[in-house]
Every structure is written in C-alpha cells, then in structure tokens.
C-alpha cells in the first residue's frame, strides 16, 4: 500500500540553526501539507500546497517558514532560524481528490528537538 | 469557543464493551468529517470519513448531525489493538482544505 515517507524520523538542532524536513508525498496525490504536533497538544495545520504553490496557510507559518516541491517526488519543509518553540512532532500529508470526502494520508513524523 | 471539542477522556474499558466517543465542531459550513486514531508518539491514521448518513466499517459505526454539528464513533466489542487515542477531524474548504483536529479521546482498553 503507498504511503507518505518523512526523514529524518529525528532531527536535534541548536537555536538559531535552519533545518529542513524532507517528505515524500503518494506519488498519485496531488495535495500536500504541513502539520506540528507540540508534545501533549492537538495537530496543528501549517501549510497547504498545490500546483507548485502555496494555497493556504495558518499564523504559525511565518517568515521563518519555507515549503519547496524541487523534484517530482519530494516536498520539503524549511525552517530557517529555529527558535525553542519550534521543538515539535511535524507531519506532511498528502491526498488527492476522493468522491469528495478528501481524506488526508500522514507520515510517520519527524521529531524537532530545539536546544 | 475551539473548533472541534472532545471529551478528552481517559476512557478506560474492558475487552468487549461498546465505548462511545462524542465530538461538536463550531463552524456550520464545515464540509467533510473524519475519524483519526493516533498511537503514543506516532502519526494520525485515517479511521474512516463520516458521511451524513452514518457509516459503518466493521466494528465502527460513525454519525453525522449536521444541525447538531455533532459527530460521534462507536466501538463496538473493543479490542485490545483499539487502544490509542481518537481525533475528531474536520475540514472546512474541501479539496485545498486544512484539516482542524480535536485533542483527541483516549481510549484504553484493558484485558
């Protein structure tokens, strides 16, 4: 069955260091997202992308935030200067349009740890 | 008032019982409903969608009100396997839209 794959499942930075989170998307699936899960808290939405660009995106997105799709396959989440708030569970998603009900498929995660 | 509201729980149940999980989501223009089940530290599996007619899958039924703006699942003969946590997810724009999850109902299921 094909599914979503995120690396690194762990990724340690220092403050102030850019990361990015690689994601491989269902290779048919024409949506892709961005979620966190803060530890002990409720999934949050980051970003949605389509057709090579941004189509929505929540107040946690700022500046510091980039998504990037620079091949056919991967989509990628970047975040320039972490800050300690950032330490959190992220998500890529992916669906493609499915008699409407538009089920999102998730990653297994890449864990953020800010020190 | 928060998006989508669950009962957090802990529900803990014994092996067989029927549990019941209840959900109330604010925006009446929301299009489409899940269920999602999330284990400790991993990611949130589609369950199953939520159609306003009700919808069966096995041993989860799940239920729409749309007036209400209410959705329930239930978990009929719960196993041990059923343990983990259940999000209540609902996406308000249809194709290009975020979803808005609930913190979740945890479930635990003991022998």
């Known amino acids: 069955e094909p599914e979503v794959t995120q690396t690194p499942s762990h990724q340690v930075t220092q403050m102030g260091q850019e990361v990015i989170l690689r994601c491989v998307p269902i290779?048919?699936?024409?949506?892709f997202y961005w979620y966190r899960q803060i530890l002990g808290q409720k999934v949050e939405f980051l970003v949605s992308?389509?057709?090579?660009?941004?189509?929505?995106k929540s107040e946690i997105f700022d500046d510091q935030f980039s998504v990037e799709r620079p091949d056919g396959s991967n989509f990628t989440l970047k975040i320039r200067s972490t800050k300690l708030e950032d330490s959190a569970m992220y998500f890529c998603?992916?669906?493609?349009?499915?008699?409407?009900?538009?089920?999102?498929?998730f990653g297994p995660g890449t864990r953020l740890t800010v020190l | 008032r928060k998006e989508v509201e669950q009962d957090p729980g802990p529900f803990n149940v014994p092996e067989g019982a029927t549990v019941a999980f209840n959900c109330t989501y604010s925006?009446?223009?929301?299009?489409?409903f899940f269920w999602y089940r999330q284990d400790c530290r991993k990611e949130p599996k589609l369950l199953m969608s939520?159609?306003?007619s009700g919808n069966e899958d096995g041993r989860f039924t799940a239920q729409l009100n749309r007036a209400s703006q209410y959705i329930s699942l239930l978990i009929r003969d719960s196993k041990l396997s059923d343990s983990a946590t259940y999000l209540c997810?609902?996406?308000?724009?249809?194709?290009?839209?975020?979803?808005?999850f609930g913190k979740g109902t945890k479930l635990s299921v003991k022998p």
């Open positions: 998603a992916s669906s493609v349009t499915s008699g409407g009900a538009y089920e999102q498929f």
């Open positions: 290779s048919n699936h024409l949506y």
């Open positions: 992308f389509y057709n090579n660009e941004i189509s929505e």
């Open positions: 925006n009446s223009a929301s299009q489409s």
């Open positions: 939520v159609y306003s």
């Open positions: 997810v609902v996406n308000n724009r249809g194709s290009q839209g975020n979803l808005i």
